[in-house]
């Protein structure tokens, strides 16, 4: 900035020129007026009407004039200034609300549009069922055991009471593993687990073992040479066939709804005695009215699986001292048990690995 001038000097300061204050006037509104957005209008602001815009210099030369000639030029720069910072305010204020409105139509979210995230997968029905069951136990304080798929032969039949001669044998057709001489198969049922716990540790013995048995079965709707089974053990001191009963009631309802109990129908098994088949309430119709339902195919019952109370032959040879304790024993199919509680009609669904299957059962259970 020049100093003060000392004398009155016709010659006024270039920059505070009537032309050239009107000329940095008008080109600060044009570039004002040619802003097209909030952006650009900050750099319009930078350049017109920051510290070093034209006429904020000019503004700042009006202390050089001599006193006479302060008062039109602070007049003059004053006039300019003013309008191209309500210019400014105007123009940022119509910027403001064009922003506003693009950013509303930008921004809208079209809820009809069709969803294109990538299928985030579910996990099969089978492993959640698997697991309901055992939390099932889990929660009445039983512990959840497994064996092995391929197992002994004595584990599988003798040690069960299913001798060598035994006609129960041939209801389960089974897979050996070469060589024959080593009496090892790919396990029949999940009832070699009992075998196994009771072995293994003293009584009392609670114990669910859900897992996969082999059968020389043909592959077709109802059938697989693979299936699931879920069995239960319980050993103690007075065990009775009426604790059995209430177990698979308190089992019956937490996986298929309240008020779903059970009945028993005697039957045979080599490890229990007495044996009984055990029938599901039908969960859809109650019993009520059954003739049209579809799911218990009019009987008011559905076929469930196998009980009893443990054969004290099977105590025995499992190193279980019969005298002093008793015991329920359990068994039936998950794969099954799946299938009817969501109405699905052929087995094959269950292992063929379609995700629109896994998707709409899994992650339900
Ligand atoms: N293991 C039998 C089967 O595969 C089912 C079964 C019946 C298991 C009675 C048991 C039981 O534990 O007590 O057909």
Redesign the pocket.
């Known amino acids: 900035m020049s100093g003060p001038n000392s004398e009155y000097d016709p010659v006024e300061v270039t920059p505070l020129g009537d032309e050239q204050v009107a000329t940095a006037r008008d080109e600060a509104l044009a570039a004002i007026e040619a802003a097209a957005d909030l952006e650009a209008l900050k750099q319009v602001r930078t350049a017109h009407a920051g510290d070093r815009s034209p006429l904020a210099l000019a503004n700042r030369e009006i202390g050089a004039l001599p006193p006479q000639a302060r008062k039109d030029a602070g007049r003059r720069v004053g006039q300019a200034r003013g309008a191209v910072a309500q210019a400014l305010a105007e123009r940022q204020a119509v910027l403001e609300v064009e922003h506003e409105e693009r950013m509303l139509v930008e921004e809208t979210v079209d809820v009809t549009l069709p969803v294109d995230r990538l299928p985030q997968g579910a996990r099969h029905p089978l492993t959640t069922g698997a697991e309901l069951i055992a939390d099932v136990f889990v929660a009445m304080g039983w512990e959840v055991a497994e064996g092995p798929v391929i197992e002994a032969e004595w584990l599988n039949f003798d040690a069960l009471n299913l001798g060598p001669d035994h006609p129960a044998r041939t209801m389960?057709d089974t897979f050996w593993v070469d060589p024959p001489e080593h009496h090892v198969v790919l396990r029949?049922?999940?009832?070699p687990v009992?075998a196994r716990t009771m072995l293994e540790r003293p009584p009392p013995i609670y114990v669910v073992c859900p897992g996969r048995v082999f059968r020389t079965d043909e592959y077709d709707a109802t059938h697989s040479p693979m299936f699931h089974?879920v069995?239960?053990?319980a050993i103690d001191e007075g065990i009775t066939m009426a604790h059995l009963k209430g177990t698979l009631d308190h089992f019956a309802a937490r996986m298929f709804g309240d008020g779903i109990s059970t009945r028993f129908r005697p039957s045979y098994?080599p490890?229990?005695e007495p044996?009984a088949e055990v029938d599901l309430r039908c969960f859809v119709c109650r019993g009520v009215d059954s003739e049209e339902c579809r799911t218990c195919k009019g009987e008011g019952w559905i076929e469930w699986?196998?009980?009893?109370v443990v054969n004290p032959r099977v105590l025995t040879a499992c190193g279980v001292d019969a005298e002093r304790f008793t015991g329920f024993?359990?068994?039936m199919g998950i794969d099954r048990s799946l299938m009817f509680r969501h109405g699905v009609n052929d087995l094959r669904a269950l292992f063929e690995g379609d995700v629109r299957f896994t998707t709409a059962f899994g992650s339900e259970l």
């Open positions: 389960q029949t049922q999940t009832s009992q089974q069995e239960g053990l098994f490890f229990t044996s699986g196998g009980c009893g024993a359990f068994g």
